[in-house]
């Protein structure tokens, strides 16, 4: 059988590398660069007061070279960008490098692993929230003082969590059907640490009495989330239509991923583009 033509790569198209700076005297990594032909000991000759060419200068001056190795080749020079920056990011400030702005928007920044990050430990999307509406939680006050709230126990504690600022939330009233829309503007904290109006929550003249039950339990007690009402219909004019397929849930918060039929169902009775309203 005939073998296959390679692909023809314009000339230049395919010569770039990149490649590494290395202290013989710990054998630490201290400069990453992309380049092609002579690129790679362009450094050894450089006079600047960078720090880069003052670890060179330290070397020799300790009678030895840097060790410079091409780590990765024949890339294009998009290809080169994306090595390199990656590189940069996973040393970090071990680096000597001043890191451009290639690529930089799609690496996490330093120094906030132990934060959660939108875009990079999760996207914010479009949510079925269940009102759950009862002893511990009213829909009026969610209204009036701009929040959602699930608690008394850890399971549904977790579940509000799981909100993020930005997120989109379709709000379900049992027995009545989807009374909001609004986005998440503060994840949920425990009630007695959450503020509305300049004041805490629980300050206000809720028409919920219960909510303050367990409130010094941080497994136990209510946990709120802020938000941004778009839009909020009364019980009675909740929008629901039977046996139209909605995705209901018995959880206290749902991706509407995968819910088509509900997404549309929501923007036309509420009028609005949910995908456009997402942080």
């Known amino acids: 059988m005939p073998r296959r033509p390679k692909a023809k ?4 198209e395919s010569d770039y590398y990149v490649y590494v700076y290395i202290d013989p005297r710990n054998f630490e990594e201290f400069y990453y660069g992309k380049g092609r032909g002579s690129r790679k000991d362009s450094h050894l000759t450089e006079e600047s ?3 880069k060419a003052r670890r060179i200068r330290a070397i020799r001056n300790a009678n030895l070279e840097p060790i410079i190795r091409v780590i990765a080749r024949n890339l294009s020079e998009r290809d080169a960008l994306l090595v390199e ?3 940069l990011w996973k040393l970090g400030r071990q680096l000597t490098n001043v890191s451009s702005g290639h690529y930089s928007d799609k690496f996490r920044p330093h120094n906030n692993l132990h934060v959660e990050l939108s875009g990079f430990d999760y996207q914010n999307g479009i949510y079925f ?3 759950g509406e009862g002893s511990h939680r009213n829909w009026d006050d969610y209204v009036q003082y701009g929040f959602i709230s699930a608690g008394q126990g850890v399971r ?5 969590k799981r909100f993020q600022p930005g997120d989109v939330l379709a709000a379900y009233l049992k027995r009545h059907g989807f009374v909001g829309i609004g986005r998440i503007i503060e994840q949920a904290r425990p009630i007695r640490e959450a503020m509305v109006e300049g004041k805490p929550l629980l300050s206000h003249d809720l028409r919920c009495k219960g909510m303050k039950q367990n409130a010094e339990s941080n497994e136990l007690c209510e946990h709120v989330a802020l938000v941004d009402w778009i839009h909020t219909l009364k019980r009675n004019e909740a929008k629901w239509k039977r046996k139209a397929g909605l995705y209901t849930p018995r959880r206290v918060r749902a991706s509407l991923d995968g819910q ?3 997404i549309e169902f929501l923007e036309q009775e509420f009028e609005i583009k949910l995908r456009e309203i997402v942080a």
């Open 156 to 160: 549904w504690r977790d579940a509000i």
């Open 85 to 87: 920056k990656t590189l």
């Open 129 to 131: 929230y269940n009102v």
């Open 260 to 262: 088509p039929t509900t």
């Open 9 to 12: 790569v314009a000339p230049g």
């Open 49 to 51: 007061d960078s720090e």
